[in-house]
């Protein structure tokens, strides 16, 4: 149970850290086309 837990935590880890920097970029404001 505590390897399940430990791999768990490690993805939800991953996963933060990925989805981290693409949100950023998503959030700020794209300048429209011409």
């Given at each position: 149970m505590r390897?399940?837990?430990a791999?768990?935590?490690l993805l939800a880890?991953?996963?933060a850290g990925l989805?981290?920097?693409a949100f950023?970029?998503?959030a700020s404001p794209?300048?429209?086309p011409p």
């Open positions: 390897v399940a837990s791999t768990f935590r880890l991953l996963s989805s981290g920097p950023a970029q998503g794209a300048t429209p």
